[in-house]
């Protein structure tokens, strides 16, 4: 199931970037919601087969995404101090809240920066010329800008990714039937407010709202209680993984061609996509589970993640071109990433690996 996280990265990069021989996979909030999906298979997943200590959990996740980000943080900040982008100023907008004497602001980023608390609701911020918030930006029928106070703008999804973090202890332990109840009234609340927003002609889009977006992640928890359904079936091997190969090449279809489906259909029937991942990630899982080569490769769709936006705004400045501008960030995110993953990864493995051993494992029980 690497592979399809990586695409799911690469079709952010794009995003932030250009298409890459043509290639646009997935639209960015697209692919972020569907890693909102896959962050619930594996997330319950491995609360149901790795840990019982919550302890361990909670500080192999932290290690998992702070330090990534802190990185990313880190290099981005050199980078914005010493270039300066067409499209994206976090140092100039600090400046101008300093001059303006607009403590919220230079308070509401510097948390964010640093924390990621509440990097998700800069979403819904609108900064004035004048530096003044308007927050929520959807009440005002506008499109939030706070995200040009963030140097790792594309970081407002882990904020996301840490309540589900928050959250999903206690939701695992829900019975199967418990947590399909669930998941159809958050879906029925969530098509009614964003119907609702969309009627009164709000600018509204749900894809930073916890609540909202939970439903995605109990998608993705749903679709682990398929995957220990369709392990434990009574098929022969050879049969499962034929027909788990055949639902992985149906995962990389939607990731490649999902963007003009999508395109031809209303925002509430993208939900019908999402719940297609859901269907595919227990095969995808079944069938790469083992695998190193996919290991491998999904290793690299977090700091692919992470570390794009920084790489793209300096081949900007350095007079990359836009039509080859995504296979060389491509291509630079790749060089960083292993850099990252031999030097500073690999040792925090190590640890991570530690930290979970001493974790009793939980016994697994019928759902």
């Given at each position: 199931?690497?592979?399809?996280?990586?695409?799911?990265?690469?079709?952010?990069?794009?995003?932030?970037?250009?298409?890459?021989?043509?290639?646009?996979?997935?639209?960015?909030?697209t692919a972020v919601t569907c890693f909102y999906v896959i962050s619930g298979f594996l997330i319950t997943l491995i609360l149901h087969e790795k840990y019982q200590d919550l302890k361990a959990f909670y500080i192999n996740r932290g290690?998992?995404?702070?330090?990534?980000?802190?990185?990313?943080?880190?290099?981005?900040?050199?980078?914005?101090?010493?270039?300066?982008?067409?499209?994206?100023?976090?140092?100039l907008q600090?400046?101008?809240?300093?001059?303006?004497?607009?403590?919220?602001?230079?308070?509401?980023?510097?948390?964010?920066?640093?924390?990621?608390?509440?990097?998700?609701?800069?979403?819904?911020?609108?900064?004035?010329?004048?530096?003044?918030?308007?927050?929520?930006?959807?009440?005002?029928?506008?499109?939030?800008?706070?995200?040009?106070?963030?140097?790792?703008?594309?970081?407002?999804?882990?904020?996301?990714?840490?309540?589900?973090?928050?959250?999903?202890?206690?939701?695992?332990?829900?019975?199967?039937?418990?947590?399909a109840v669930l998941t159809v009234v958050l879906l029925a609340l969530q098509i009614t407010i964003t119907g609702r927003m969309h009627a009164e002609g709000l600018v509204f889009d749900n894809t930073?709202?916890?609540?909202?977006?939970?439903?995605?992640?109990?998608?993705?928890?749903?679709?682990?209680?398929?995957?220990?359904?369709?392990?434990?079936?009574?098929?022969?091997?050879?049969?499962?993984?034929?027909?788990s190969g055949i639902m992985l090449i149906v995962g990389i279809v939607m990731v490649f061609a999902g963007a003009g489906v999508l395109r031809t259909l209303p925002n509430d029937d993208y939900n019908y996509f999402y719940l297609g991942m859901a269907v595919v990630l227990p095969f995808a899982f079944y069938l790469t589970k083992d695998s190193k080569w996919d290991s491998r490769v999904g290793d690299y769709s977090y700091l692919i993640y992470v570390f794009h936006f920084g790489v793209s705004a300096l081949l900007v400045a350095v007079g990359i071109t836009l039509s080859s501008l995504g296979l060389w960030v491509l291509i630079v995110t790749v060089a960083i990433s292993t850099v990252f993953l031999r030097y500073v990864d690999a040792p925090l493995q190590r640890v991570r690996r530690r930290i979970a051993a001493r974790s009793p494992k939980p016994e697994l029980t019928v759902a």
């Open positions: 199931m690497g592979t399809l996280r990586t695409l799911l990265a690469v079709s952010v990069l794009i995003t932030h970037s250009s298409p890459i021989f043509g290639v646009t996979l997935l639209g960015g909030d290690l998992r995404i702070y330090v990534p980000y802190w990185t990313a943080l880190v290099l981005s900040v050199i980078l914005f101090l010493l270039i300066r982008s067409p499209s994206h100023d976090p140092d600090y400046a101008r809240a300093f001059d303006a004497g607009d403590l919220l602001l230079l308070l509401w980023a510097t948390i964010s920066n640093l924390t990621l608390v509440g990097i998700d609701l800069i979403r819904y911020v609108v900064i004035e010329p004048t530096q003044s918030i308007v927050f929520p930006s959807f009440v005002h029928g506008v499109a939030g800008n706070g995200h040009n106070v963030l140097f790792v703008p594309q970081a407002w999804t882990l904020a996301i990714e840490l309540q589900f973090y928050l959250v999903a202890p206690f939701l695992v332990r829900l019975r199967v039937s418990v947590l930073a709202i916890f609540v909202l977006d939970l439903v995605y992640f109990l998608f993705g928890a749903l679709a682990y209680h398929g995957y220990r359904t369709w392990r434990a079936a009574g098929i022969r091997e050879s049969r499962k993984r034929w027909i």
